[in-house]
Antibody
Framework: QITLKESGRTLVKPTQTLTLTCTFS??????????VGWIRQPPGKALEWLAA???????AYSPSLQSRLSITKEASKNQVLLTMTNMDPVDTATYYC???????????????WGQGTLVTVSS | DIVLTQSPDSLAVSLGERATISCKSN????????????LAWFQQKPGQPPKLLIY???TRESGVPDRFSGSGSGTDFTLTIGSLQAEDVALYYC?????????FGGGTKLEIK
């Protein structure tokens, strides 16, 4: 059974750096094909994909946010970290992490999602 | 980026009736190498994360009721709920995983008439 849970600060000030942790179980990022992605959803708005990391340390980022994002993994701890710099009120959103189903080379289908964590950016 | 446009933005359907949601892509998401459409549908209920319903445009996820079906190819896709149940009230999103950045449609809110 695959589960994921997001954690981190829920209130950050403008210009600060946000670090979120995704702690998962039911799979290992040491296993060929596995991956984890991050997605966010501003209140009342649509979903936006942010980044992904894979078992082989490959990463992918949203081009519009790439300069502010960093995704890393601590496979031995079953954790993936997302760092976002220079936070702004427009970054207020629920941040989700999700498991990547391995359907073959080049596919990133996000099948199991964490419950999400609401991050508010305010002074 | 691939832009996915869903329609309608909101939809009210009577219990037991059919609900149809459209998702149009500005680029093809059909792979010629494997003939798969890299298109998924998600359901999101208030306060919950999205739940995967359909992938490869028409493959139902395990445990999803068979009243949910997906169709379409290339750039035009449809999610159909064959006989609406009260528990189907939710937001529905399409999403492409053909290429990075992964992108989602704007969502369709489904309500009971």
């Amino acid at each position: 059974q695959i589960t994921l849970k997001e954690s981190g600060r829920t209130l950050v000030k403008p210009t600060q750096t946000l670090t979120l942790t995704c702690t998962f179980s039911g799979f290992s990022l040491n296993t060929n094909g596995e991956g984890v992605g991050w997605i966010r959803q501003p209140p009342g708005k649509a979903l936006e994909w942010l980044a992904a990391i894979y078992w082989n340390n490959n990463t992918a980022y949203s081009p519009s946010l790439q300069s502010r994002l960093s995704i890393t993994k601590e496979a031995s701890k079953n954790q993936v970290l997302l760092t976002m710099t220079n936070m702004d009120p427009v970054d207020t959103a629920t941040y989700y992490c999700a498991h990547r189903r391995h359907l073959g080379e080049g596919t990133t289908l996000l099948d199991y999602w964490g419950q999400g964590t609401l991050v508010t950016v305010s002074s | 980026d691939i832009v996915l446009t869903q329609s309608p933005d909101s939809l009210a359907v009577s219990l037991g009736e059919r609900a149809t949601i459209s998702c149009k892509s500005n680029q093809n998401v059909l792979s010629i190498s494997n003939n798969y459409n890299y298109l998924a549908w998600f359901q999101q209920k208030p306060g919950q994360p999205p739940k995967l319903l359909i992938y490869w445009a028409s493959t139902r996820e395990s445990g999803v009721p068979d009243r949910f079906s997906g169709s379409g190819s290339g750039t035009d896709f449809t999610l159909t709920i064959g006989s609406l149940q009260a528990e189907d009230v939710a937001l529905y999103y399409c999403q492409q995983y053909y290429t990075f950045p992964l992108t989602f449609g704007g969502g369709t809110k489904l309500e009971i008439k």
